[in-house]
């Protein structure tokens, strides 16, 4: 459930407010039973609607409050899919010294509702080859069969061999899989039947394609408000 949920209301001035539902002592038999829908939440400012009004209208965004928190070698807040790609990133970006190639790094926009940054971004540079950055699902939690955990904490970044939007090139995983070895970098590999990230917006849009894979980072709970990674991945 979302009841109580602390929110931000990003407005003419930020909002702290809390997303609310019906109580559950007045709920029917029927109400309790069925999945909640997005109509049925509403976000409580504590205060009269002409005073909000003042600072909110139709189209501002909101985000879940959540700070960022350390709990044991993890750290945990709301989304880490994607902070986590931005930070490994910038530190990439920092570390490249010498290189053979032009090298870009993006920071793409709107994943979550088509691959519509990457998709752009991906016309305007032509990559020859790409990696997408992103998370991936560890469902490393009791009750989870093999087959279902996709990776789990602390046994390495993943090498992605699929998911339901990109089968990544065969050259490009095997490539990966050889520098890893090389390195003594661990690894896991990654199949994962639904979800899809960045990746096939490199590899299709790119005019002619271009050979892409992935580096996927480990993270349980995802899209929850207490996403978890562990620093080692």
Known sequence: TLTAQRVIVHGKKDLVGVMGSKPIHVMTPEERNKSPKTTDFFIDMGMPKSEV?????????????????????????????????????????????????????????????????????????????????????????????????????????????????????YRMVEYMKQTADKYKIEYQLEILAGGGTDTSGIQRFTPGGSIAGAVSIPTRHIHQVIEMADKED
């Open 53 to 169: 009004e003042k600072y909110i209208e139709v189209g501002n965004p909101i985000t879940r409050e959540r700070k960022l928190i350390e709990m044991g070698n993890c750290v945990n807040c709301k989304s880490i899919d994607n902070r986590v790609s931005v930070f490994i990133l910038i530190e990439m970006l920092r570390e490249i010294k010498d290189h053979p190639y032009d090298i870009y790094g993006v920071f793409t926009v709107q994943e979550e509702v088509g691959i519509r940054g990457a998709n752009v971004a991906t016309q305007e540079v032509q990559p020859d080859f790409g990696f997408g950055l992103d998370t991936t699902i560890a469902y490393d939690v009791p009750g989870a069969s093999p087959h279902e955990k996709i990776t789990e904490l602390g046994k390495g970044a993943a090498i992605k061999v699929m998911d339901s939007s990109t089968i990544c090139d």
